[in-house]
């Protein structure tokens, strides 16, 4: 497991699915947030859980939080998965497992990246993980972390 509760997170820098710089600092101290790493773009599990996060992001809106998701793939790959399944949040590319060291995660079943969802308090502190290969889960721990 990565990251733990109470934990500040690491400040970051990477691009967006249009290939624009998104720092985390723009977040940090204007809203909540949920930061979700899973392992790649257009595979069923991960296309399921960036469907669940979509599907509810007017729920996470209404309670004034922002998602993140985070992959290795490129932008590329971000910016088709995005326009397939019509993605409202921010989809970032972290192509060298920077950001996915900083947070300490670690890869599930040895070979795949693994799933982990951090919700983040306003000040940029981690107020709830959650680590499972089940991706159906976390979407509904987000949003239950956040009401």
């Given amino acids: 497991m990565g990251l733990k509760v109470g934990a500040k997170i690491p400040l970051f820098t990477l691009p ?3 290939g ?3 720092a985390i600092k723009e ?11 899973y392992p790649k773009n257009n595979t069923p599990a991960c296309t399921t859980e960036a ?3 979509r599907d ?3 729920d996470f809106i209404a309670l004034g939080a922002e998602v993140v998701g985070i992959s290795a793939d490129s932008v590329k790959s ?5 326009q397939k399944h019509n993605l409202p949040f921010i989809l970032l590319s972290d192509t ?10 670690k890869n599930s079943l040895l070979l795949l990246p693994g799933r982990e ?7 940029g502190t981690v107020i709830m993980v959650f680590n499972s290969m089940n991706a159906a889960e976390h979407m509904k721990r987000a949003l239950k972390a956040l009401s």
């Fill in 78 to 82: 971000h910016a088709r998965f995005e």
């Fill in 51 to 53: 469907c669940d996060f």
């Fill in 96 to 105: 060298k497992n920077k950001v996915r060291k900083q947070f300490k995660i």
């Fill in 27 to 37: 977040l940090i101290g204007k809203k909540p947030f949920v930061i979700y790493f």
């Fill in 117 to 123: 969802t951090y919700v983040v308090d306003k000040a």
């Fill in 16 to 18: 967006d699915s249009q």
């Fill in 20 to 22: 624009n710089p998104f």
């Fill in 56 to 58: 509810s992001y007017q």
